[in-house]
């Protein structure tokens, strides 16, 4: 079986692979052997090629910080997108980016020069997540975690020969989050071509890239797309998420003391008691139901039901935070947890692991005080 080839030109070749896939690592070493290239491209960028190289694993205090610092959500779509191409059926003894590394291997071999041409996975990550809207977020999230064991997986030889079908994959995410998809898709096809450009006239280039990203990539270096420092610059940039979203964030809270300000300055005891009680019951039903549907421990419910009423009137903090923390202290991983987590052979992991658990329990439980924020505001302003 051979991967997908484009020829650009006599001096550019795009090699499609199928991450994870042993015969994808011997169609890199093969090209760099027959066609002698002078630099070989991967689809990595720094903090992927020092994860691959340096075998990082995650520990108790680096899944801490990740709670910490919010980015649950973001090591949340990483992973889910990571088992879900080994649902596709890619998954043969190889880890994720096996092929790539083989890339920068061979070269190395050669003594030929390696660039790494990908955005910065965590820049990816968080442009997807905050380009989502909640409904799309949830989609997202329901699509990839559900596991259809009747679906039947396909041929690793399929993937590779027809790339409608690989295109058509692409097509399916794009189709439950635009705003994913554009991310994902679209503007890393722009960055990597941009980049593949700027090392255009140096020489033979190999570019090993994933199979799903050829044709938008080929397509953009057909059309001789420039270099541009600006341009990623711009795509470069990690966004610190909507207005719409920080306006609301900061709205919500303000809007309630206002009229509960108002009710307090009329007399008005009932409306404060019964606004009050709209607050607290939306905030707390929405927390510790998206909690429960992580599979939380009761005590991380508990925990996540009485700290949304609080945490959604101060946009700095967040009730996945304290629920995380709470499920990692009562079912706290152990170090097996957190390495066979890394290894994302199902995203039934999410449920099963403990690591995976905790994530969960914190992303989803912060999507949960949201929307709980959210219908309550709805509630009191209907009563008005």
Known sequence: MSAPIIDVDENLRLLGTAHVATASVEAVKQNIEEWSPDIVAVELCKSRFDALTQDRRMDKEGLLKVIKEGKAPMVLLQSLLAAEQRKLGLDEGQQPGAELLAAVEAAREYDLEVKLVDRDIQTTLRRAWNKMRFKEKMGLM???????????????????????????????LREVSPGAGEVLI?????FIARKISEIRGDGKVLAVLGAGHLDGVSKLLTENVKPSEERISELAVVPKGGRMMKTISYAIPVVLFALLGWFAYNGDLASIKENGIYWFAGNFIGAALFCMLAGGHPIAILVAALASPITSLNPALAAGWFAGYAQMKVKEPTGEDLTEFLKLDSAKLFWTNRAGRILLVTALTNLGSMAGAWISMGLIAAGL
């Open 142 to 172: 329901w699509a990839l975690l559900a596991e259809d064991e009747t679906e039947e997986e396909l041929e690793l030889e399929q993937m590779l020969a027809d790339k409608d079908l690989l295109t058509s994959l692409m097509e399916e």
């Open 186 to 190: 679209d503007e890393r096809d722009e």
